[in-house]
């Protein structure tokens, strides 16, 4: 089993912190995402990465940057954080081209973040 | 502007009877979908899937349906249980030219309670 595990379950910063969010695969997966759930928006993509230190913009960038040093480990960083960013983060992982299942996203299970 | 819309927040149904989750997209690039259940506290979970070039696909007690000229899936289950409460996401995936990654635009979620 794919298993996606983030380095916290519950987060709390103050605004202007600096702040990391980790997570690894075990699968051996070459893409990597970071989403925000929030009440009624659904998932919404932040960033992803196809590619050890390759990383491309999702629908909602601002405010966020990423790092994936390691095929296994994808991190997201907020520079300032800001009550706006108070929100449940998750990270997911899926194979490559090559793969049947190349379509599935394997999520882990969240860092709830608050800001105050 | 959604790209991928569950019009319904929530959805109640007795146990035993079928539940039917619906999803309507605006994007003809879309070519794979796929149907999300998550729990409170945990990352969601993939459930099932169909390529554009299908209109049906079942696994079990759950079969989505795609009719591509109304741009609408849905998810049947059947029978329905309590432990398929949850929140359903609808995801839609188009073709990228970066790398492997495959994006997934979800929809804001429908909670689904099965009442024993």
């Known amino acids: 089993d794919v298993k996606v595990t983030q380095s916290s379950r519950y987060l709390v910063k103050r605004t202007g912190e600096k702040v990391f969010l980790e997570c690894v695969q075990d699968m051996d997966h070459e893409n990597m995402f970071w989403y925000r759930q929030d009440p009624g928006l659904g998932l919404r993509l932040i960033y992803f990465?196809?590619?050890?230190?390759?990383?491309e913009k999702g629908d909602i960038p601002e405010g966020y940057s990423v790092s994936r040093e390691k095929k296994e480990r994808f991190s997201l960083i907020l520079e300032s954080a800001s009550t706006n960013q108070t929100s449940m983060y998750l990270c997911a992982s899926s194979p490559g081209q090559g793969s049947q299942r190349r379509y599935e996203q394997y999520f882990g299970p969240g860092t709830r973040l608050t800001v105050t | 502007d959604q790209q991928v819309k569950q019009n319904s927040p929530s959805l109640s149904v007795q146990e035993g009877r079928i539940s039917i989750l619906n999803c309507d997209y605006t994007n003809s690039m879309f070519d794979y979908f796929l149907w999300y259940k998550k729990y409170p506290a945990e990352g969601p979970t993939f459930l099932i899937s169909?390529?554009?070039?299908?209109d049906k696909n079942e696994d079990g007690r759950f079969t989505v349906f795609l009719n591509k000229s109304a741009k609408h899936l849905s998810l049947h289950i059947v029978p329905s249980q309590p432990g398929d409460s949850a929140v359903y996401f609808c995801?839609?995936?188009?073709?990228?030219?970066?790398?492997?990654?495959?994006?997934?635009?979800f929809g804001s979620g429908t909670q689904l309670t099965v009442l024993p």
């Open positions: 995801a839609a995936s188009a073709r990228r030219t970066s790398g492997s990654a495959r994006q997934l635009t």
């Open positions: 169909i390529s554009s070039i299908k």
């Open positions: 990465s196809y590619d050890v230190k390759m990383k």
